[in-house]
Nanobody
Framework: QVQLVESGGDSVQPGGSLRLSCAAS????????MGWFRQAPGKERKGVAA????????AYADSVKGRFTISFDAAKNTLYLQMDSLKPEDTGMYYC???????????????????WGQGTQVTVSS
């Protein structure tokens, strides 16, 4: 079982940047996919970005393409989300997730991830 702990959430102005981190501990070798998900108040949780740890293949939601970058540091067992040009609609709780099942694609669906962190809050407001 792997444990995920997010950090880096904050309040920023529109146009600002943040970098989120997700530290993974436990037996992580089997967890091939990791991702970031966002839940705005009153809305369902949605995939923002995901990565396959072995190949570094990535997937992004259309709303963040060109602004967000996901990466994974295997030496540190840490997942990152670099968020630039932040918009008010990026506000929400950001969750890190991981899964060990093999797929032929990098998924952004909640249902394809089995292990979740507790989240870190990002607020974008002037």
């Amino acid at each position: 079982q792997v444990q995920l702990v997010e950090s880096g959430g904050d309040s920023v102005q529109p146009g600002g940047s943040l970098r989120l981190s997700c530290a993974a501990s436990g037996y992580t070798a089997d967890y091939h996919y990791m991702g970031w998900f966002r839940q705005a108040p009153g809305k369902e949780r949605k995939g923002v970005a995901a990565i396959k740890s072995s190949t570094r293949a990535t997937a992004y939601a259309d709303s963040v393409k060109g602004r967000f970058t996901i990466s994974f540091d295997a030496a540190k067992n840490t997942l990152y989300l670099q968020m630039d040009s932040l918009k008010p609609e990026d506000t929400g709780m950001y969750y890190c997730a991981a899964d060990r099942r093999f797929r032929f694609y990098v998924s952004l669906s909640n249902y394809d991830y089995s292990t979740w962190g507790q989240g870190t809050q990002v607020t974008v407001s002037s």
